[in-house]
């Protein structure tokens, strides 16, 4: 069983930055692939970025060169930076895990907010 929390979403201005954080419980944290993904109201969940145990990343269109998705395994928590931030950006952002064997989001975060508004 893995446990994903998330932190550092809020309230900020067009053009600004956030910090999303998700700390993982569990010993394999460094070989597991970790995502973010976001739901806006009334919309399906689509994927961020993504990144896998190796350090590979993957990025949505909508968010390349704006967003960048990191992990540090000493932690067991992996990133998004979010810069340059639009209102069409504000969603529930969740943290996701695909564990051994992969091939699928098995475990996901509880979401955090963020909203872009001015």
């Known amino acids: 069983q893995v446990q994903l929390v998330e932190s550092g979403g809020g309230l900020v201005q067009p053009g600004g930055s956030l910090r999303l954080s998700c700390a993982a419980s569990?010993?394999?944290?460094?070989?597991?692939?970790m995502g973010w993904y976001r739901q806006a109201p009334g919309k399906q969940r689509d994927v961020v970025a993504q990144?896998?145990?190796?350090?590979?990343?993957n990025y949505a269109d909508s968010v390349k060169g704006r967003f960048t998705i990191s992990r540090d395994n000493a932690k067991n928590t992996v990133y998004l930076q979010m810069n340059s931030l639009q209102p069409e950006d504000t969603a529930v952002y969740y943290c996701?895990?695909?564990?051994?064997?992969?091939?699928?989001?098995?475990?996901w975060g509880q979401g955090t907010q963020v909203t872009v508004s001015s």
């Open positions: 996701s895990a695909d564990v051994p064997p992969f091939g699928q989001v098995d475990y």
């Open positions: 569990g010993r394999g944290f460094r070989v597991y692939d």
């Open positions: 990144i896998t145990g190796g350090g590979t990343t």
